[in-house]
């Protein structure tokens, strides 16, 4: 949520700002700004809108200096309008932050009753205008920040430049992420990898509390104590080029399109196809001791901990409590002596799901997560870390990282499940070898999307879509509702069939298409019986099934292959992310940036 990058450099560091900048929109694109000091000056452009918004502005309108900083907003205080854009300014300093600065009525209220104005509504501004104030005390830059950074509560990640030092930037990490990028006489900082991938591949992330000051051929870590420390030089993987659309109109089209080819990487890393076993990373406990599964996530991550419950519960026996993160800490939860909690996130940094994480490890969880950015600062509160190797994701709705999430959470139920002593060594071996069959019918899958084009253009003009499916399946239709809602703009639900006739049915007319997930055998005959009753009330019925026989009258018959209970949730993921993408397409809506939303949620 709000990305942020600060360059010490040697050339002009607008354009290298506005690369990195382009790699972070995923963040949040409610505005954006740079600003740098060249000859002791510091100046700023902001535009509100859209990155190419900003653009247009700085073409018109040129900024010089090496030294900079660049910010991309999702709104939390003020509207997105050009005032609450950052870098926040004042004659002394320039500021990009993300996070929230929750005293900052506070202190507004105080440097107001000291004759100080402000310009627009943001947290961050008062923090511009504290420093600012230090300053004009006489303190020095280092002083002036650590002091004002001693006021300041909330979570933030701030990046800071100072008037007459061309040479000098401040950067400070509390609860949002904040990375430092070491170069070859120049030194940068970044929200994530991403945004230093063009940059530098040594990385330091910063750990909570941390201070940092930067020049270009040094720079001094201090911890939340003010004591200088040094922090670890990690080598990055993420290389500018990864983060890339190709040859695909959106990066959602790219990451849903190279599902396959991500999945069979992410099983690579757990399963032996020849041994027929699931390598886990070590693990500082036992598994067969586990006695039960708390899983947390957000969003779409929430969804793929949804699948695993039924997972883990039918074939390693072992009790699960699903929680969506926002809500855990504060239901109390109730912990099993021993448990493990497991926090399934994409980013590593979402804000709930960490404070979640945090939560259950103070009261003496084994703790888990499977994540995406390992460098994250989920991966690394955790004793056991399972990436999901999915590759950067830039689409704002989640995909690849799903399916692959459900890959990861499928061969950790299967070591799970044979610890306990639930399966035998030939069943292991048979739910690996089923698990490896996933990509090559997930890309079967791809081949056939014209089918799903033709029919999300038909339902793109609906005002109201249910999904609906049980089991395994119901976690699949609230995801296929989410990922529609998301891009498409369209209100959709995710409903368990069975509920159906407890209420949503009484919207159920000619204009609302439902679709119908139900795979053939377990539950499908019962789901197959609630769409009868849908279309017996003149329901537009899609149904995705592997029945070759499905029931007439139906207004479209997707025809998906047969597999088994572990591989098909990750299969049935598929459809539901090709009719929203083409519904949005069709809408023509921003189906990368759709609006409001930001990827990475660092705010609670
Ligand atoms: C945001 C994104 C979703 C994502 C959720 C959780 O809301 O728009 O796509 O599923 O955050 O993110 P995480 O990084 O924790 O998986």
Known sequence: MCGIVGILGNSSAVPRMMDSLKR???????????????????????????????GDVLASNPLEGNSGIGHTRWATHGEPTINNAHPHMTERVAIVHNGII???????????????????????????????????????????????????????????????????MFGAREGSPLVIGLG???????SDAMALAGLSNQL????????????????????????????????????????????????MQKEIYEQPTVVAQALGRYLDPIGGVVKLPDLSFNLAAVPKITLVACGT???????????????????????IASEFRYRDPVYADGGLAIFISQSGETMDTLSALRHAKAAGQHIASIVNVTGSTMARESDLVMPIHAGPEVGVASTKAFTCQLAVLAAFTIKLASAKGEIDDTQVADYVAELEHAPALMAKILNADQQIETIAQDIAGARDILFVGRGIYYPIAMEGALKLKEISYIHAEGYA????????????????????????????????????????????????????????????????????????????????????YYAAVEKGTDVDMPRNLAKSVTVE
């Open 24 to 54: 972070l929109e995923y963040r949040g694109y409610d505005s954006a700004g740079v600003a740098t000091v060249a000859g002791g000056s510091l100046d700023r452009r902001r535009a509100p809108g859209k990155l190419s918004a900003l």
């Open 102 to 168: 929750e005293n900052f009525k506070a202190l507004k209220d105080e440097l107001k009753a000291a004759g100080i104005n402000f310009e627009g509504d943001t947290d961050t501004e008062v923090v511009a205008r504290l420093m600012t104030r230090y300053l004009d005390d006489g303190l020095p830059p280092r002083a002036a920040f650590q002091e004002t950074l001693g006021r300041l509560e909330g979570a933030f990640a701030l990046c800071v430049l100072v008037a007459g030092e061309d040479n000098l």
């Open 184 to 190: 070859d006489g120049e030194n940068y900082l970044g």
């Open 204 to 251: 330091i992330y910063m750990e909570e509390g941390d201070w940092v000051e930067l020049t270009r051929d040094q720079y001094q870590i201090y911890s939340a104590a003010n004591e200088p420390v040094d922090r670890t030089v990690s080598f990055s993987q993420v290389a500018a080029t990864m983060i890339d659309k190709g040859n695909h109109r959106h990066f």
């Open 301 to 323: 991550s929430f969804y793929a901990a949804q699948v695993a419950r039924y997972w883990i519960e039918q074939i390693a026996r072992v009790p699960v409590d699903v929680d």
């Open 497 to 580: 069939a069975g509920e159906l006739k407890h209420g949503p049915i009484a919207l159920i007319d000619e204009n609302v298409p439902v679709i119908g997930i139900a795979p053939k055998g377990g539950l499908s005959e019962k789901t197959v019986s609630n769409l009868q009753e849908i279309m017996a009330r003149k329901g537009k019925v899609v149904l995705f099934s592997d029945d070759e026989v499905p029931p007439a009258d139906m207004y479209a018959h997707v025809a998906m292959p047969t597999a088994g209970d572990l591989i098909s949730p990750i299969l049935y993921a598929l459809p539901v992310q090709l009719l929203a």
